[in-house]
């Protein structure tokens, strides 16, 4: 298998898009077409993703923007780091700057922007993620450990411990892993528990309700 070329990957802040530094747009966009019709189904909508800044022209990253659009996704500038002035002792620090006006395109404005919590671990017996979004986690979910969400939940890696996706009720939430093995699974008020001999399909797997049951089948990521 090819090694993928540009990847979606979690930071701190929520997720974002990596590729090579010499990769050209046009083959940036066509990889990227690839990977998110590949996952049709897999981010949640509305879903935050970051690029590089200082890297596309204006034009370009409306074109991205819009190919985000078309599949649920948000598509922003990374935030830019800090600048740090020094101080001499001998001056008086500059007057704090006025508040800046929010932008019109900014979270703040979008009703519809999914709060993404990203777990860069391994989640171990006894150990346990809450949150009123949704949750990515870069690691297994032990037995023993517990993750509760709001929204829906990724997993990238092995689940063998308890997952609740949609706890406030949402029924359209989805959990998702590269081996759903779970000790038991949750979405809104259905319930599911892993067979004793789960079938390994060989690709990751996602559970959603369908006709009032929790159903598993494999995806492609």
Do not use: W
Not at 48 to 75: A, W
Not at 144 to 151: K, Y
Not at 167 to 182: E, N, Q, R, V
């Amino acid at each position: 298998m090819s090694e993928e070329k540009i990847k979606i990957k979690g930071e701190n802040d929520g997720l974002m898009l990596a590729f090579p530094t010499d990769m050209a747009f046009s083959e940036i966009m066509e990889e990227l077409s690839k990977k998110l019709d590949s996952g049709s189904g897999f981010f949640l909508r509305g879903t935050l993703v970051r690029v590089p800044r200082d890297r596309f022209s204006k034009n370009e990253l409306k074109e991205m923007q819009e190919l985000f659009r078309t599949h649920g996704l948000i598509c922003r500038l990374a935030k830019p780091l800090p600048a740090v002035t020094p101080v001499l002792p001998e001056e008086k620090p500059a007057p704090a700057a006025p508040p800046m006006s929010v932008p019109a395109d900014t979270p703040q404005d979008m009703p519809d922007l999914q709060r993404m919590l990203v777990v860069d671990k391994t989640l171990r017996g006894g150990q346990a993620i809450e949150t009123e979004g949704s949750v990515i986690v870069f690691g297994n979910v032990n037995p023993g450990a517990q993750i509760t969400a709001g929204g829906s939940v990724d997993i990238r890696g092995t689940c063998r411990g308890v997952v609740h996706a949609g706890a406030a009720g949402d029924s359209t939430a989805f959990i998702i892993a590269d081996h759903l093995m779970p000790t038991q699974i949750r979405i809104a008020n259905y319930v599911a528990r892993s067979p004793d001999e789960p079938e390994d399909f060989g690709k990751a797997e996602r559970a959603y309700v369908k006709d009032g049951q929790i159903v598993i089948e494999p995806i492609e990521r």
